[in-house]
């Protein structure tokens, strides 16, 4: 049996941002961060694209089939975006797990990030939903990892031309008052899928 | 010539920056970036209240675009709590504001009366004829004239065009009395539009010009202390001879020869000191022919959309080519008096193609956007138009569904790669 065609997207956030869609999953236990190549270490797929030369990448993320890269150096997208592409069918053609299962107690920081986790799903659930709400939107916690909140937003705020001033100066700001042992946010959302934003925009 | 508001107020380690952003803007995620990457504090307004305004009354302000001196007292009400130490507008409406702004609290800005005149068109024209800034001969006619008259009076070919309005909705050439009156009523049909005619009088007026023949070129800019500095010159290898003029590639550097680019800017530095903007972002459309450069427009603001990405500058402190300073990283730094980078754009050539509207119609889908995207020197393929969305053709028309940015050795590369990934490009629409 040939195996199904692997489709990859490349959407990049900016210079130093990129968003990978694959049409397969590549890591189907929730959302794991790599912020260095000893993180990477057990997850071939966060190796590689960490080995990719000249990139200096400085995070991944993957979730589901979707994998989030960012990087420090000044090479385009269009150069590093073919080397993560191969580096993701290779992983997956392996026929081995691409990412390493999240470990319980991983990075020494497993319970507090549990903590936090729980921390954040009660702001985000009592105080922050209910604000975006007002503009049809809806802010999902994916995870916690090393005290860096992963997030997805939806409704009206998914492709919103204002969602950085939410994420920044709402989500962010209220973070940073009622949790402030979070070091960080990602929006792991798909911007471009959104069908309903609330602010669309128009050139000035 | 002094400073109209006096030098930047001497600030703390974390100075506090008021963007004025306006809800439709595509411009939130560059600036709100750059912000942070200068680790400024940040207060955003907008002319609609932010679901998190009373949560972060520091951070979110609401003010009323249309009335910049009431949202000056607005915004100087807000500094006696929290004290603001620049102030940048990011399109046409929001720099008359953050003029207004500057004044009321002292701050590097541009004189409320030169930020007016570069945002109305027959003000702007009015100034600029009057210091021999060559423009095109043009004359101001209300909509309720008989466009038969304005036939019978005008020269040909002409273009006729809003005061106001943004990315050249509204912007028609005539080739003949028929066609002015043609043009006239279409013209006039979209200034009827509500969204449109409760701007204000000028949503009443037409200013109609003579078509000046030659390419067209734009040209970036930072006004520091009322001297001009180029940031880009920007060629738009597309014809626009009309009818409409709806843009779409801009590509850098400017393959004009060297004495031609020294008399656009000469043209453009007549221009800022005509309408007597002192400090900030402009940007300036031009023609250029055998009698010159012609000044078509001059906006106290940096480029629309997200052009602002195919410009890129040299980071001082860390040496060209390891950082990358954005065009919003400049404006801001200007805005709060911090130190300027070199302000010498990166050495490859860069373009951006404004993706046309393919024609009217709901979007569906894109397809195409991987081979697009894997188009050698193609960085990015941006699709800013969601499913959904109505698509509508110029003149009525001002939001383009997408941008494609790319990079290269030579600017005729660029362009080639930009028309070869948009070519990739299908837009499913209903």
Redesign the interface.
């Known amino acids: 049996m040939t195996p199904p065609e692997i ?4 959407e ?4 130093g941002r990129c968003k990978f869609l694959v049409s397969e999953p590549v890591h189907a236990g929730g959302v794991r961060r790599f912020a260095s190549p000893e993180e990477a270490k057990g997850s071939p797929l966060v190796e590689a694209i960490f080995a990719i030369p000249g990139a200096d990448v400085a995070e991944v993320i993957v979730s589901g089939g979707l994998v989030t890269v960012a990087k420090r150096s ?1 090479t ?3 150069v590093v ?2 080397a993560v592409g191969q580096a993701i069918r290779a992983a997956l053609a392996s026929g081995r797990p691409a990412v390493a299962a999240k470990l319980a107690t991983s990075g020494g920081g497993g319970a507090d990030d549990d903590a936090l986790y729980e921390r954040v799903a009660d702001l985000f659930e009592h ?1 922050v939903n209910p ?5 049809g ?1 809806r802010v999902e916690l994916i995870d916690v990892q090393d005290a860096v909140v992963m997030l997805r937003l939806g409704g009206g705020c998914q ?1 919103c ?6 994420l ?4 962010e ?2 973070l940073h008052e009622h949790v402030p042992d979070v070091k960080g946010v990602v929006d792991i959302t798909d911007h ?6 609330y ?6 | 010539m002094p400073c109209p508001y006096g030098t930047a107020i001497p600030h703390r380690s974390m100075p506090r920056l008021l963007l004025l ?6 411009r ?3 600036f ?2 750059a912000a ?1 990457r200068l680790s400024v504090d ?1 207060t ?1 307004a ?1 002319e ?1 209240p ?3 305004a009373q ?2 009354p520091d ?2 302000l609401t003010l009323d675009f249309r009335l910049p001196e009431q949202a000056a007292a607005q915004a100087r009400a807000f500094a006696e709590q929290v004290p603001v130490h620049g102030v940048v507008g ?4 929001t720099a008359v504001v953050a003029a207004a702004v500057a004044a009321k609290l002292r701050l590097r800005g541009n004189p409320v009366g030169a930020a007016t005149a570069a945002r109305d068109k027959y003000r702007q024209r009015v100034l600029l004829a009057e210091a021999r800034v060559p423009v095109p001969r043009f004359a101001r006619h209300r909509t309720t004239e008989d466009p038969h008259a304005v036939a019978a009076a005008a020269r040909y070919p002409c273009v006729l065009k809003p005061l106001r309005l ?2 050249s909705r509204g912007v028609i050439r005539a080739d003949d009395p028929a066609g002015l009156v043609a043009a006239f009523g279409r013209l006039r049909a979209i200034l009827e539009e509500p969204d449109v005619a409760r701007c204000g009088d000028w949503a009443g007026q037409v200013l109609v010009e003579d078509f000046i023949p030659g390419p067209e070129v734009a040209l970036e800019g930072l006004v520091t202390g009322g001297r001009l500095r180029t940031l880009a010159l920007f060629d738009k290898p597309d014809p626009l001879d009309g009818p409409f003029f709806e843009e779409t590639i801009y590509v850098t550097p400017s393959a004009l020869p060297a004495n031609a680019q020294q008399k656009i800017a000469d043209c453009a530095q007549q221009a800022v000191t005509a309408l007597g903007l002192w400090e900030g972002p402009v940007h300036a459309e031009l023609r250029y022919n055998d009698r010159g450069p012609w000044l078509i427009e001059l906006a106290a603001r940096p480029i ?2 997200r052009c602002s ?1 195919a410009l ?1 500058f040299g980071s001082r402190e860390q040496g060209a ?4 300073v954005s065009l919003e990283e400049v404006v801001l730094r200007n805005a709060l008096g911090m130190p300027l980078p070199a302000l010498e754009r990166e050495r490859l050539a860069s373009g951006v193609m ?1 993706i046309p509207v393919p024609r009217g119609g709901v979007l569906r889908e894109v397809r195409g ?2 081979e697009a ?2 188009v ?5 393929v ?3 138009a ?4 109505t698509l509508v053709p110029w003149p009525e028309g ?3 569904p997408g941008f494609i940015f790319a ?1 290269g050795e030579t600017p005729e590369a660029v362009v080639a790669a930009l028309r070869e990934a948009h070519r990739r490009l299908e837009f499913v629409l209903a």
């Not at chain 1, 471009?192 to 934003?197: D, E, L, Q």
């Not at chain 2, 990011?90 to 409406?93: A, I, S, Y």
């Open positions: 489709r990859i997207s490349a990049p956030v900016d210079i000044p385009p997208w269009q975006g073919k105080q604000m975006v709400a007002r503009h939107g492709g031309g204002m969602a950085d001033v939410t920044r100066q709402g989500i700001a209220m471009a899928a959104g069908s309903n934003p602010f669309a925009a128009a050139k000035k | 952003l306006p809800t439709a803007t595509y939130a995620a560059a709100v970036e942070r940040l955003v907008s609609q932010s679901t998190f949560a972060q951070r979110l990011v399109d046409d409406d943004a990315a629309g959309g990405g890129r080519g390891s950082s990358w404004m956007l991987a995207r894997a050698p020197l193609v960085e990015e941006a699709i800013t969601h499913p959904g969305q001002s939001r383009y990079r």
